[in-house]
C-alpha cells in the first residue's frame, strides 16, 4: 500500500528510529503536530520522493504545502503524479 511506502520513506530519510509506521496516523499533520517535522526535514522527504517516484516538486508552491499536509495527502498526490 502507498501509504505504508510513504511512512516507511520519512522514518528512512527523516532516520526516526524510535517510530514505526504504525506509529504514525495516515492522517495526522506531518508539521507543527502530529510528527512534528520542519521544513528541513520537508527538503528531505521532497528529495526522497523525487528519486524515488520521479514526481517533481515546487518548494514555493501552495499545492506542494498542501500535498505535505499528511500521508494520505502524500500517498493521493505519488498516485496522480507518478511517472508510469
Not at 495526522?28 to 523525487?50: K, M, N, R, T
Request: aromatic residues 4%; negative net charge.
Amino acid at each position: 500500500m502507498l501509504e505504508q511506502e510513504v511512512k516507511e520513506l520519512i522514518i528512512d530519510v527523516l532516520q526516526l528510529e524510535d517510530i514505526t509506521s504504525a506509529d504514525i496516523d495516515s492522517e495526522a499533520p506531518l508539521f507543527v503536530e502530529g510528527l512534528g517535522l520542519d521544513s528541513i526535514d520537508a527538503l528531505e522527504i521532497g528529495v526522497a520522493l523525487q528519486k524515488r517516484y520521479g514526481i517533481t516538486l515546487s518548494a514555493e508552491s501552495q499545492e506542494t504545502r498542501r500535498h505535505f499536509a499528511s500521508v494520505r495527502a502524500l500517498a493521493a498526490m505519488i498516485e496522480a503524479n507518478r511517472k508510469k
